[in-house]
C-alpha cells in the first residue's frame, strides 16, 4: 500500500509563488507515475501536471509556463513550483500516484486572494 502526504498550501496574493510536496511511503518501488490534480468549488476534479519515475513530464494547458513537476526520488518526494498564480488557481491540490491501482493524498488547499 501506498500513502501520499501533500503540504505546501496557503493564502498567496495574486502573482505571487506556492511549492507544494508531496511526500510518498510504503510500497513506493510500485510507483510508475506520480502528479498533481485540483479542484475547485463547484468544478470537477482536473489534472495539473505529471512525472514518471525517468522524468517525463505533462502538463494541462493552464499549467504550461507557470507551473513546475519535479521529483527527488532520494526523499520520495514530487514537488509542484506554481508561479504567477491567479485567483482561478484557487482550489484543493491533491497528489496522485499510478502503480498496480491510483492512490491519491488528502489534498492541500492553495488560495489565491488579494
Known amino acids: 500500500q501506498v500513502q501520499l502526504v501533500e503540504s505546501g498550501g496557503g493564502l498567496v496574493q495574486p502573482g505571487g509563488s506556492l511549492r507544494l510536496s508531496c511526500a510518498a511511503s510504503?510500497?513506493?518501488?510500485?510507483?510508475?507515475?506520480m502528479g498533481w490534480a485540483r479542484q475547485a468549488p463547484g468544478k470537477e476534479r482536473e489534472l495539473v501536471a505529471t512525472?514518471?519515475?525517468?522524468?517525463?513530464?505533462f502538463y494541462a494547458d493552464f499549467a504550461k509556463g507557470r507551473f513546475t513537476i519535479s521529483r527527488d526520488n532520494a526523499k520520495n518526494t514530487v514537488y509542484l513550483q506554481m508561479n504567477n498564480l491567479k485567483p482561478e488557481d484557487t482550489a484543493v491540490y491533491y497528489c496522485?500516484?499510478?502503480?498496480?491501482?491510483?492512490?491519491w493524498g488528502q489534498g492541500t488547499q492553495v488560495t489565491v486572494s488579494s
Open positions: 512525472i514518471t519515475r525517468g522524468g517525463r513530464t
Open positions: 510504503g510500497s513506493i518501488f510500485r510507483l510508475n507515475v
Open positions: 496522485n500516484a499510478t502503480g498496480p491501482t491510483d492512490y
